[in-house]
């Protein structure tokens, strides 16, 4: 959404600063993003953009919560609608780019980053790959009229094969007695990196779930090679027992097949008018990708 420079100044008096001036940074799926100076600061504007997609408290909260280095700090949410009619909160700017060279050095902190963000952890329940399974199905069976019948058919073979290997092997996290704190977004715009530090942006997806998640988004995301996936996992310390490479796999399984679910959804909604029709052609090579890696993680899991 566009804002004035009259809010941006009632936002500023909220800090108790000056405003010096402002700009757009960037929209994603759920929020629109504002750099703003002041006369002593630079911060971030963050608005909630999407009213199916309400989950921009739940992300101040959890920032709130971080040890400090991990995010960036947030100062103050703002649901009164008074000043802008969405949900919103400011948090520091971040300074920094993303990592365009994939070194030794970023990787080797991204692991020790993670293994540090991950130390955060709480009981979780007993884990079964059919339940954490559902979802996905169901949300390509929920929107399945937005694709063609010959991509549906590959995506039904797909997941029957799927299906059976998660009955062979429900319990494979049964042991996991506790669960770590995710960002769950690592992709390459999210990642803040210095030649020093690293700092992530945009945890609106956080949650407590394994660790696997995080490490197998990251290297999916950034398309790590073999040899720069065996020193990311090796300075985290992932186990390198069969178990602990047959967890990877499985919890890439089940990400591309929220992947490819969440393309179907995506094209439903370009469909249904609310979304762009331009993002189609975009959307559809997505889901092709998604539809042949999760044929390749299968094909590797039946070996």
């Given at each position: 959404m ?62 709130k ?8 700090k ?13 949900d ?11 990592p ?48 063609p019948?010959?991509t ?92 602990g ?31 762009n029709k ?26």
């Amino acid at each position: 959404m566009k804002i004035t420079k009259k809010q941006v100044e009632q936002i500023c008096k909220k800090l108790d600063e000056d405003l010096v001036k402002f700009s757009f940074l960037a929209s994603g799926n759920h929020n629109d993003n504002y750099a703003i100076e002041t006369t002593g600061n630079k911060y971030v504007l963050r608005i909630e953009n999407n009213p199916q997609f309400k989950n921009l408290k739940k992300e101040y909260t959890l920032l709130k919560s971080l040890k400090s280095g991990l995010g960036p700090k947030v100062y103050f949410f703002d649901k009164s609608h008074k000043i802008i009619p969405h949900d919103y909160f400011i948090e520091e700017f971040v300074e920094g780019k993303y990592p365009k060279k994939l070194n030794d050095k970023f990787l080797i902190l991204m692991a020790k980053w993670l293994k540090k963000l991950h130390h955060q952890k709480k009981p979780c329940k007993k884990h079964s790959m059919l339940k954490a399974i559902k979802p996905y199905f169901r949300n390509v069976n929920n929107h399945k009229t937005a694709i063609p019948p010959n991509t549906l058919n590959k995506i039904d073979s797909l997941f029957q094969r799927v299906t059976v290997f998660c009955k062979k092997n429900d319990e494979i996290f049964a042991d996991k007695k506790e669960a770590c704190l995710l960002h769950s977004d690592l992709s390459r715009e999210n990642i803040i990196y210095d030649g020093k530090n690293i700092r992530l942006l945009d945890w609106e997806f956080s949650r407590y779930n394994f660790p696997e998640w995080d490490l197998v988004y990251f290297m999916q995301s950034l398309e790590l090679n073999s040899k720069q996936k065996e020193l990311f996992l090796k300075t985290y310390g992932h186990p390198t027992s069969k178990t602990g490479k047959k967890r990877l796999l499985i919890i890439s399984l089940l990400n591309t097949c929220g992947d490819i679910g969440y393309s179907v959804w995506r094209l439903s909604l370009v469909k249904q008018g609310k979304l762009n029709k331009k993002l189609k052609p975009e959307t559809s090579k997505r889901l092709n990708l998604d539809i042949n890696r999760l044929r390749k993680i299968i094909e590797d899991l039946e070996r």
